[in-house]
């Protein structure tokens, strides 16, 4: 009886699933300057130059593997989606800032759109397409 007990506790012991044992670090609380900039800030914002002309619109954020952002994916050209070309710029080479007048975002480049249309092209393919 007594082994009948036993083996029936290692048999339900051997059934019970084993836990990975590495485990995600805890979560780090980080407070946010007021310098900082949001990406719904950023998504879909004109990018203007020193002529107030638009020169394009900014689509996507890249980040590289140690979390610090890369570049900015950048729209240029086209008509309603329609033609448009993509480039990933330095973010170094975009001023962000927030007009508290206007209550808007504005970005700004030291380009124009024919610069950004000449730039190598960004495509969302392979594992860039959503």
């Known amino acids: 009886m007594r082994n009948a007990i036993m083996g029936a506790l290692l048999l339900s012991a051997a059934a019970t699933p084993v836990l990975a044992q590495t485990v995600a670090p805890a979560p780090r609380f980080v407070p946010i300057a007021e310098s900082s900039v949001l990406s719904s800030n950023l998504l879909g914002l004109n990018v203007t130059n020193a002529g107030d002309q638009t020169i394009g ?65 960004f495509t969302y393919d392979g594992k860039w397409k959503s």
């Open 57 to 121: 619109e900014i689509k996507d954020v890249v980040l590289a593997a140690d979390k610090s952002v890369q570049g900015l994916v950048v729209s240029v050209g086209g008509f309603l989606g329609m033609g448009e070309h993509y480039v990933v710029v330095d973010p170094s080479a975009v001023a962000v800032s927030y007009d508290a007048a206007a209550k808007k975002w504005r970005a700004r480049m030291n380009a124009t759109a024919d610069q950004l249309k000449a730039a190598p092209a």
